[in-house]
């Protein structure tokens, strides 16, 4: 009898909530199919977001090399991601319970914490983006949009990865819709010769600054990717359902704001990127009520998942479940979002591009190249990761401010995982 009651409090909970297992593998009995865990990566990326950095490479390199560099950067992406989707999906383990088994169960926290700390600026910084985008693009009152924004998220992060699911199995097709319509509009309006649009700044950015920004994007949930991809029923199935994101769903975004830019219908590119909302504003009843659904679908799918990847963290290092947290960090982020952290949205890009990429490759050559990082007891500190972490994250702000010209994220990446396999084995027996 109470195996019963048992089999039908689970059914009733996955109708509603289902667990968000946030302390433990996810069982294989409530693992995922295929085109449920890629709708999750597939809506992330394609967003305005892309597009504005998208329209900020191509103002600074022109069209052709712009296109170039998104497509490097994604593919580096894909690579990255992918093969820590891979581990996720073969495990079970969301993020912080992966980065235990790498860092340590004490070291893991400085990663963890940081990283799902970051994730919820990004989520207040989509939260002050749909404000300003209604307020800049259609004149609706910045305060109101933005709470309304901020509720909204909260809600659907609350649900769980159902909710996340669901949302970027809408958001992928709107994002074509409209953004169909704004290029339609932007070559009809502007220039139609978009292969031979050349930067039109001073001070253009590097093609190798290019790449490492296009990877800035998404170097943290993409590092986060397990809270995601855990839900796959193997590795094989993880590692696929990033390529729907990278290079498909992001690349297709940030194209559509270069696209855009090299029409020469966005009036200050360099600053503004591929922001194609102006495009849409003034044609109509019937488009601008698409337009501001588009805002808050899209927007909100980014700023879902950075909350989902913050609650799933932090629910784990507090020992809180994952949905206690959501609403903590949620208004923690709504009352960052409204303090106006939108403003320093290229900051942000900066400090993920330089400080992050290490720690995913020092995690895949943990879990995948040394493969030490299975065993059922875990050490409170693994030093020579720690340490790997600090080395590269030093040789990336160095070559940042020394050599902005080079691609920092791929330096990163390799300075990672060159001394943690070193590290490891030197000291580690």
């Known amino acids: 009898m109470e195996k019963i009651k048992e089999s039908t409090h689970l059914n009733a909970e996955s109708k509603l909530l289902d667990p968000e297992f946030e302390h433990t593998a996810v069982p294989l009995e409530y693992r995922k199919k295929l085109s449920s865990v890629s709708a999750v990566w597939f809506g992330f990326p394609m967003v305005l977001t892309s597009a504005v950095i998208g329209g900020l490479i191509t103002a600074q390199l022109g069209f052709k090399s712009g296109a170039l560099a998104m497509l490097l950067g994604n593919l580096l992406l894909f690579v990255v991601v992918g093969l820590l989707s ?3 999906g073969r495990t079970g383990l969301n993020f912080s319970l992966t980065a235990k088994k790498t860092f340590g169960r004490s070291g893991y926290y400085l990663v963890s914490g940081l990283l799902s700390t970051v994730v919820i600026g990004w989520f207040a910084l989509q939260i002050g983006l749909t404000g300003a985008t209604m307020h800049d693009s259609f004149g609706s009152n910045l ?22 699911s669901f949302l970027g199995w809408i958001a992928a097709p709107f994002y074509f819709l409209i953004a169909a319509i704004a290029v339609y509009m932007a070559l009809k309006e502007g220039n139609s010769d978009i292969l031979s649009y050349q930067p039109h700044v001073s001070s253009a950015m590097s093609f190798g600054a290019a790449v490492t ?75 601008t009520v698409l337009s501001v659904i588009f805002v808050f679908i899209n927007l909100g799918s980014v700023a879902t998942h950075c909350l989902y990847n913050g609650a799933v963290g932090w629910s784990h290092m507090s020992g809180k479940k994952m949905r206690t947290i959501t609403l903590f960090l949620g208004f923690l982020g709504v009352l960052a979002a409204v303090s106006g952290i939108y403003n320093h949205f290229f900051n942000w890009l900066v400090l993920l591009g330089v400080i992050i990429p290490p720690i995913s490759a020092i995690m895949i050559a943990d879990r995948l190249v040394l493969n030490r990082g299975n065993s059922a007891q875990t050490a409170a500190w693994n030093p020579v990761a720690i340490t790997s972490w600090g080395l590269a994250a030093i040789v990336s702000l160095f070559i940042n401010f020394q050599a902005p010209n080079l691609p920092v994220a791929v330096i990163g990446l390799v300075a990672g995982a060159v001394f943690y396999i070193a590290g490891s084995k030197l000291f580690n027996k």
Not at 144 to 162: C, D, H
Not at 265 to 286: E, K, Q, R, Y
């Open 143 to 164: 305060l109101v949009m933005t709470l309304a924004g901020g509720f909204l998220y909260v809600i659907i992060t609350y649900i769980g990865i159902k909710a996340l």
């Open 213 to 287: 920004l296009v990877f800035a994007g998404f170097a943290d949930s993409g590092t986060m990717t397990a809270d995601f991809t855990r839900w796959a029923k193997n590795g094989r199935e993880g590692f696929l359902s990033t390529i729907f994101a990278f290079p498909i769903g992001n690349f297709i975004a940030e194209m559509v704001g270069g696209i855009v830019v090299a029409t020469g219908v966005i009036p200050n590119p360099a600053s503004t990127g591929g922001d194609f909302m102006t495009v849409l504003s003034g044609h109509g009843t019937l488009l």
């Open 86 to 88: 891979y581990d996720a």
